[in-house]
Protein backbone atom coordinates (compact mmCIF):
# COMPACT_ATOMS: atom_id res chain seq x y z
CA UNK A 1 0.00 0.00 0.00
CA UNK A 2 1.31 3.28 -0.77
CA UNK A 3 0.83 6.19 1.23
CA UNK A 4 -0.52 8.16 -1.78
CA UNK A 5 -2.28 7.76 -4.71
CA UNK A 6 -0.56 10.33 -6.72
CA UNK A 7 2.92 12.74 -6.12
CA UNK A 8 5.11 14.41 -8.99
CA UNK A 9 8.62 14.64 -9.79
CA UNK A 10 10.04 17.55 -11.18
CA UNK A 11 13.62 17.80 -12.03
CA UNK A 12 14.48 21.46 -12.04
CA UNK A 13 17.86 23.83 -13.29
CA UNK A 14 17.86 26.81 -14.33
CA UNK A 15 14.45 28.27 -15.01
CA UNK A 16 13.21 29.81 -11.73
CA UNK A 17 10.41 31.42 -12.47
CA UNK A 18 8.66 28.53 -15.11
CA UNK A 19 9.68 26.19 -12.01
CA UNK A 20 7.82 28.42 -9.61
CA UNK A 21 4.64 28.66 -11.59
CA UNK A 22 4.62 24.78 -12.28
CA UNK A 23 4.79 24.21 -9.15
CA UNK A 24 2.40 27.32 -8.13
CA UNK A 25 -0.36 25.54 -10.67
CA UNK A 26 0.37 22.04 -8.97
CA UNK A 27 -0.57 22.94 -5.91
CA UNK A 28 -3.28 25.31 -6.88
CA UNK A 29 -5.18 21.78 -7.73
CA UNK A 30 -3.35 19.64 -4.85
CA UNK A 31 -2.68 21.15 -1.85
CA UNK A 32 -0.90 18.37 0.31
CA UNK A 33 0.22 15.69 -2.40
CA UNK A 34 3.76 15.07 -2.44
CA UNK A 35 6.13 16.30 -4.57
CA UNK A 36 9.89 15.66 -5.11
CA UNK A 37 11.69 19.15 -6.76
CA UNK A 38 15.46 17.86 -7.28
CA UNK A 39 17.60 20.64 -8.40
CA UNK A 40 19.87 19.35 -10.94
CA UNK A 41 23.73 21.04 -10.53
CA UNK A 42 21.30 23.93 -10.61
CA UNK A 43 20.00 27.24 -8.53
CA UNK A 44 19.56 26.64 -4.55
CA UNK A 45 15.75 25.72 -4.24
CA UNK A 46 15.41 25.10 -1.02
CA UNK A 47 13.48 28.35 -0.35
CA UNK A 48 10.83 27.43 -2.91
CA UNK A 49 10.52 24.08 -2.11
CA UNK A 50 9.82 24.79 1.07
CA UNK A 51 7.16 27.63 -0.31
CA UNK A 52 5.61 25.12 -2.06
CA UNK A 53 5.97 21.90 0.73
CA UNK A 54 7.87 20.19 -1.72
CA UNK A 55 10.64 17.53 -0.50
CA UNK A 56 14.01 18.60 -1.86
CA UNK A 57 17.43 17.59 -3.21
CA UNK A 58 20.36 19.19 -4.52
CA UNK A 59 22.70 17.82 -6.69
CA UNK A 60 25.93 19.08 -7.70
CA UNK A 61 25.48 16.80 -10.63
CA UNK A 62 23.72 17.92 -13.79
CA UNK A 63 22.51 14.61 -15.62
CA UNK A 64 20.53 15.64 -18.44
CA UNK A 65 16.82 13.98 -20.08
CA UNK A 66 18.88 13.76 -23.19
CA UNK A 67 21.98 11.90 -23.84
CA UNK A 68 24.42 12.27 -26.69
CA UNK A 69 25.81 9.15 -28.06
CA UNK A 70 28.90 10.06 -26.69
CA UNK A 71 31.76 7.91 -24.52
CA UNK A 72 30.15 8.09 -21.38
CA UNK A 73 26.69 8.23 -22.11
CA UNK A 74 25.81 4.66 -21.00
CA UNK A 75 27.05 5.75 -17.67
CA UNK A 76 24.99 9.21 -17.80
CA UNK A 77 21.62 7.31 -18.20
CA UNK A 78 22.18 4.92 -15.69
CA UNK A 79 22.64 7.51 -13.22
CA UNK A 80 19.84 9.10 -14.39
CA UNK A 81 17.58 5.95 -13.91
CA UNK A 82 18.95 5.19 -10.24
CA UNK A 83 17.69 9.19 -10.19
CA UNK A 84 14.24 8.51 -11.13
CA UNK A 85 14.11 5.66 -9.42
CA UNK A 86 15.46 6.73 -5.89
CA UNK A 87 13.04 9.95 -6.39
CA UNK A 88 9.83 7.47 -6.76
CA UNK A 89 10.80 5.02 -4.27
CA UNK A 90 10.76 8.17 -1.78
CA UNK A 91 7.51 9.45 -2.55
CA UNK A 92 6.00 6.26 -2.14
CA UNK A 93 3.13 6.86 -4.64
CA UNK A 94 0.98 4.57 -6.66
CA UNK A 95 1.34 7.01 -9.71
CA UNK A 96 3.69 9.91 -10.62
CA UNK A 97 3.33 12.84 -12.21
CA UNK A 98 6.42 13.77 -14.31
CA UNK A 99 6.87 17.73 -13.90
CA UNK A 100 8.68 20.15 -16.30
CA UNK A 101 9.04 23.42 -16.51
CA UNK A 102 7.06 23.72 -19.52
CA UNK A 103 3.90 21.74 -17.77
CA UNK A 104 0.91 23.64 -16.15
CA UNK A 105 -1.98 21.49 -13.98
CA UNK A 106 -5.01 23.01 -14.26
CA UNK A 107 -7.09 20.35 -13.02
CA UNK A 108 -7.53 16.96 -10.66
CA UNK A 109 -5.79 13.98 -12.93
CA UNK A 110 -7.93 10.55 -13.21
CA UNK A 111 -7.19 8.46 -9.72
CA UNK A 112 -7.00 5.29 -11.85
CA UNK A 113 -5.02 4.89 -15.32
CA UNK A 114 -5.28 2.52 -18.30
CA UNK A 115 -1.82 2.13 -19.08
CA UNK A 116 1.77 2.28 -16.93
CA UNK A 117 3.10 5.46 -18.54
CA UNK A 118 -0.30 7.57 -19.38
CA UNK A 119 0.50 10.91 -21.85
CA UNK A 120 0.36 12.21 -24.79
CA UNK A 121 1.59 9.73 -27.51
CA UNK A 122 0.79 10.32 -31.15
CA UNK A 123 4.16 8.57 -32.30
CA UNK A 124 5.33 4.97 -32.47
CA UNK A 125 8.50 3.12 -32.57
CA UNK A 126 9.93 2.09 -35.34
CA UNK A 127 8.80 -1.51 -36.58
CA UNK A 128 12.58 -2.49 -37.25
CA UNK A 129 13.40 -1.39 -33.36
CA UNK A 130 10.29 -4.00 -32.62
CA UNK A 131 11.71 -6.68 -34.77
CA UNK A 132 15.14 -6.43 -33.25
CA UNK A 133 13.59 -6.73 -29.70
CA UNK A 134 11.63 -9.56 -30.01
CA UNK A 135 13.85 -11.81 -28.09
CA UNK A 136 12.88 -9.61 -25.07
CA UNK A 137 8.97 -10.26 -25.63
CA UNK A 138 8.07 -7.13 -27.97
CA UNK A 139 5.68 -8.61 -30.88
CA UNK A 140 6.31 -7.31 -34.11
CA UNK A 141 2.77 -7.36 -35.02
CA UNK A 142 2.18 -4.39 -32.18
CA UNK A 143 1.95 -1.37 -32.23
CA UNK A 144 3.93 0.46 -29.56
CA UNK A 145 3.62 4.02 -28.74
CA UNK A 146 5.85 5.97 -26.16
CA UNK A 147 5.48 8.56 -23.76
CA UNK A 148 6.74 9.43 -20.49
CA UNK A 149 7.99 13.40 -20.97
CA UNK A 150 6.42 16.41 -19.51
CA UNK A 151 2.69 15.81 -17.99
CA UNK A 152 2.72 12.19 -18.05
CA UNK A 153 1.77 10.27 -15.71
CA UNK A 154 3.79 6.73 -14.68
CA UNK A 155 3.04 3.93 -12.97
CA UNK A 156 5.33 4.01 -9.37
CA UNK A 157 5.62 -0.08 -9.06
CA UNK A 158 4.94 -0.91 -13.20
CA UNK A 159 8.61 1.49 -13.50
CA UNK A 160 10.28 0.49 -10.64
CA UNK A 161 9.79 -3.35 -11.17
CA UNK A 162 11.42 -2.57 -14.97
CA UNK A 163 14.48 -0.98 -13.96
CA UNK A 164 15.88 -3.85 -12.33
CA UNK A 165 15.97 -5.60 -15.65
CA UNK A 166 19.76 -4.54 -15.64
CA UNK A 167 20.18 -7.07 -18.31
CA UNK A 168 17.97 -5.06 -20.50
CA UNK A 169 18.94 -2.07 -19.95
CA UNK A 170 22.37 -3.10 -21.06
CA UNK A 171 21.18 -4.69 -24.22
CA UNK A 172 19.37 -1.46 -25.11
CA UNK A 173 21.87 0.74 -24.33
CA UNK A 174 24.84 -1.17 -25.58
CA UNK A 175 22.95 -1.56 -29.36
CA UNK A 176 21.03 2.03 -29.19
CA UNK A 177 22.96 2.72 -32.65
CA UNK A 178 21.74 -0.63 -34.09
CA UNK A 179 17.67 -0.67 -33.08
CA UNK A 180 16.75 2.01 -35.00
CA UNK A 181 15.92 4.28 -32.26
CA UNK A 182 16.43 8.49 -32.28
CA UNK A 183 19.83 9.80 -32.65
CA UNK A 184 19.81 10.57 -29.07
CA UNK A 185 18.50 8.47 -26.12
CA UNK A 186 15.95 10.60 -24.69
CA UNK A 187 14.02 9.58 -21.10
CA UNK A 188 10.62 9.39 -22.56
CA UNK A 189 11.69 6.93 -25.54
CA UNK A 190 13.99 4.89 -23.52
CA UNK A 191 11.47 4.32 -20.48
CA UNK A 192 8.68 3.64 -22.93
CA UNK A 193 10.73 0.93 -24.56
CA UNK A 194 11.98 -0.74 -21.24
CA UNK A 195 8.76 -0.72 -19.81
CA UNK A 196 7.15 -2.44 -23.03
CA UNK A 197 9.92 -4.79 -23.00
CA UNK A 198 8.57 -5.60 -19.60
CA UNK A 199 5.43 -6.34 -20.12
CA UNK A 200 4.04 -2.80 -20.18
CA UNK A 201 1.48 -0.63 -21.15
CA UNK A 202 2.19 3.09 -22.63
CA UNK A 203 -1.20 5.29 -23.86
CA UNK A 204 -2.46 8.18 -23.60
CA UNK A 205 -5.21 9.81 -21.07
CA UNK A 206 -8.24 12.26 -21.57
CA UNK A 207 -6.95 15.67 -20.80
CA UNK A 208 -3.54 15.34 -21.59
CA UNK A 209 -2.30 17.84 -24.37
CA UNK A 210 1.06 19.26 -25.86
CA UNK A 211 0.60 22.39 -27.23
CA UNK A 212 2.32 26.01 -27.11
CA UNK A 213 -1.00 28.06 -26.37
CA UNK A 214 -2.37 28.56 -23.20
CA UNK A 215 -5.23 26.07 -22.61
CA UNK A 216 -6.85 26.27 -19.41
CA UNK A 217 -9.79 23.56 -20.13
CA UNK A 218 -7.29 20.50 -20.68
CA UNK A 219 -6.24 18.84 -17.14
CA UNK A 220 -2.62 18.93 -18.14
CA UNK A 221 -0.41 20.67 -20.49
CA UNK A 222 2.84 20.26 -21.81
CA UNK A 223 4.96 22.16 -24.04
CA UNK A 224 3.50 25.95 -22.47
CA UNK A 225 7.36 27.58 -22.35
CA UNK A 226 5.87 31.26 -21.56
CA UNK A 227 7.72 31.82 -18.69
CA UNK A 228 11.32 30.26 -20.67
CA UNK A 229 14.14 32.61 -19.74
CA UNK A 230 12.21 35.06 -17.81
CA UNK A 231 13.83 36.43 -14.81
CA UNK A 232 11.77 36.13 -11.21
CA UNK A 233 9.79 39.00 -10.10
CA UNK A 234 11.09 41.22 -7.83
CA UNK A 235 8.86 39.47 -4.84
CA UNK A 236 10.08 36.24 -5.84
CA UNK A 237 14.23 36.49 -6.17
CA UNK A 238 14.60 35.09 -2.96
CA UNK A 239 13.17 32.34 -3.75
CA UNK A 240 16.41 31.19 -4.82
CA UNK A 241 19.85 31.86 -4.53
CA UNK A 242 23.14 31.27 -6.86
CA UNK A 243 25.70 28.79 -5.56
Keep these: MHSHNI ?3 FQCCKQPYATYKCL ?3 RNVYKTEPILLLSSNGYNYEKMANYFQCEYIHSNENICFIQELESDYKSNVKKLIDRVVSAFIQLDC ?4 WLEDDVFV ?3 LPTEYNYDINGFSPNSFNKKSIECLSNFGLNAEK ?3 FSGHGGSVYNCDKFLDTMKRKELIDYILDNWSDLYLPSNVCQD ?6 ISCNGGEIGSFDGHIDSYEYNPF ?3 Q ?5 YYNMPLPHDLQDMITSL
Design 7 to 9: GAF
Design 24 to 26: ESF
Design 94 to 97: KYVI
Design 106 to 108: NKR
Design 143 to 145: DYR
Design 189 to 194: VLFSLL
Design 218 to 220: CTI
Design 222 to 226: HQYKR
